[in-house]
């Protein structure tokens, strides 16, 4: 594909527009002032795709509420990148059908990863008729049309092609958040993993272009956002003329205090020149999110991840040289098809040398259509929990220990919430800790100095420099 094919045109966008103020006065007649619930499943993809929705629907002049009850347009975004994930999402589409009835009127839509699967979408028509609208994760941009179609009374609506992705520019966007932006540099995945669906359900790899990307974090910036999350699956093999690290380098000199993030960095591509990036930038986390998915060199080979131990470990002793309060965080699969107890006890001494910050762990989940769910699988469920639970018993003891190890120390954080406790703050460390301390509300969304004075499993506590 060109790259400028990639790209939604300008015409296409305007006749979106067009249609999105059709929808505008539809609605009002229809309903008063219209209301959308939105629900978000799954990972920062989806939240960044649903604050687009919710843009879209803006201008469409919907507000929002939290529960679909009061709504007369139902959304749910959703995963499909494990079985569990998918089951909450029929379970909470079959209530649904309880507001339809009372209320006939509301429009019920689903979008995301898991409508992407022709399967899926094939159930949703066949079993749950109270749906009116289901689109996939390539056609996001065409919601005012779609829309149009389900109010103005052309029947249910499914879009879900087959393609390779697009790029849409210049969606509206609605963010909750006055200090967490997410902003989109790349979409879609080329890798492969034999357990993973997300190549099939998000198309192929395609980068936004620098400038766009640019100016959504100046934009970003200039409305107080302070926390600026980079997002792809897989950042490292960004292209946008320039490599990821060099994109980095751009974000870090645009004026402003922020905070710049970015997830996920797959170990095969991750580079030295993106190493030494993080290292040099003073607004990029000094904290790495790569998955290492197991500890095993045959499982990786299994899983097509492209790199083994040895590698693995290298890369993590460069990136500690080079960052000395870099922190490391990991996912890990348990439970691949054929997986030995041996190769588990590989994973949980590469977890002890490395020593993560913390993981997000799971048990594999066969994902229909992807080559891992035609291996043969010799593991109960049972055993596959119990080695389970040793990794993580493994994991707690190491993030309790790095926790304690951070007393002393003084950290500026980014305070981001209040707790329910009255009195406390927590923030964000530049290398991802979060923080607990005594402070007064107004520092949210601030910097503060904190020296740390102890350490919990997951979190550190502090007290407040004068
Ligand atoms: N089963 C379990 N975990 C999975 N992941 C992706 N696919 C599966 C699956 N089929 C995990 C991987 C990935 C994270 C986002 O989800 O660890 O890095
Ligand atoms: Fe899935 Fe692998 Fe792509 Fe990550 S890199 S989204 S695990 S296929």
Redesign the pocket.
Known sequence: MQKKDIFVSDEELNVQRDFAQKVKEIANKKYGRPKANIRTFGCQQNVADSQRIMGMLKDMGYDFVDNSDDADLVIFNTCA??EHAEDRVFGNVGTLVHLKRRKPNTVIGLCGCMMQQEHISKRIKRSFPHVDLVFGTHVVHKLPEMLFKVLSGQGRIFENPDIDGVIAEKIPQVNDSKINGWLPIMYGCNNFCT??IVPYVRGRERSRNPEDIIADLKEMVANGIKNITLLGQNVNSYDGGITFAELLRKCNEVDGDFVIRFMTSHPKDCSEELLYAMAECQKVEKHLHL?V?SGSSRVLKAMNRHYNRENYLSLVDKAKELMPDLMLTS?I?VGFPSETYEEVKETISLIEKVRYQSLFT?I??K?KGTPAAEMPDDVSSTEKGKRFRELLAVQEKISEEICKEQVGKTYRVLVEETSRIKGNLYGRTLNNFIVEFEGSEDLVGKFAEIKITSGDTWIIKGKLKG
């Open positions: 990148v494990r357990y993973c998955p998915q996912d699969i799971f594999y989940s994902r």
